[in-house]
C-alpha cells in the first residue's frame, strides 16, 4: 500500500457565530504556515441568503471551510501529502471557532481502497479493506465482477 496523502475533516457542531470570510482566510494562512505548505490561491463564495464557502489551493493539495449558519455547523477539511501532518490544523481551529461539539476524521489517502457491503444498512455499515483488484469486468451477460483482496479475509468474489 503506498500512501498518497493524509486527510482530515472537521465537523464543528453548534455554533452560534457566523464568522467573516476573512475570518476563514486568516485561519487558512496560519494552518499553512504550521503545516509548512503553501498557499497557491483562494476562492471564496457568500451564499445567500447565508453561508460561506472558501477552497484554498495549496502546492501540496487543498483546504476547504463550508459554512452552514442556518444549522450551526461549520465543515473544514485539508488533505495534503506534505510531510507534516493535515491534524496540525485541529489545535488552531479549535482555538479560534466557538463551538459545543466537534467531529474528527482522520485518514490516509492511497492506493487501498475500502468497499461498502451490500448488506449494509443505515445505522450499520460493513466495509473492507481493499488491498488490490485482482479481476475486474462484464460478464458476457452483464453483471459486473469484482475479485478483491480484502485486507482481513484474502480473495473474494463480489
Given at each position: ?10 465537523d ?16 487558512i ?60 490544523a ?30 449494509s ?38
Amino acid at each position: 500500500m503506498k500512501k498518497v496523502g493524509e486527510h482530515v475533516t472537521i465537523d464543528f457542531l453548534g455554533v452560534k457565530q457566523e464568522y467573516s470570510p476573512s475570518f476563514y482566510t486568516k485561519i487558512i494562512y496560519k494552518i499553512a504556515k504550521k503545516a509548512k505548505v503553501e498557499v497557491l490561491n483562494i476562492a471564496e463564495h457568500q451564499f445567500k441568503p447565508q453561508g460561506f464557502t472558501c477552497v484554498a489551493l495549496l502546492a501540496e493539495s487543498h483546504m476547504s471551510f463550508h459554512t452552514f449558519p442556518e444549522k450551526g455547523i461549520v465543515s473544514f477539511d485539508f488533505f495534503t501529502c506534505a510531510k507534516i501532518s493535515p491534524t496540525s490544523a485541529i489545535d488552531i481551529l479549535k482555538k479560534e471557532i466557538k463551538y459545543e461539539r466537534s467531529v474528527v476524521r482522520n485518514f490516509d489517502r492511497s492506493n487501498q481502497g475500502i468497499y461498502e457491503d451490500i448488506y449494509s444498512t443505515p445505522g450499520h455499515k460493513k466495509y473492507y479493506v481493499v488491498d488490490d483488484v485482482l479481476e475486474n469486468f462484464i460478464s458476457k451477460v452483464g453483471q459486473h465482477i469484482e475479485v478483491l483482496k480484502l485486507n482481513e479475509f484474502g480473495n473474494a468474489l463480489f
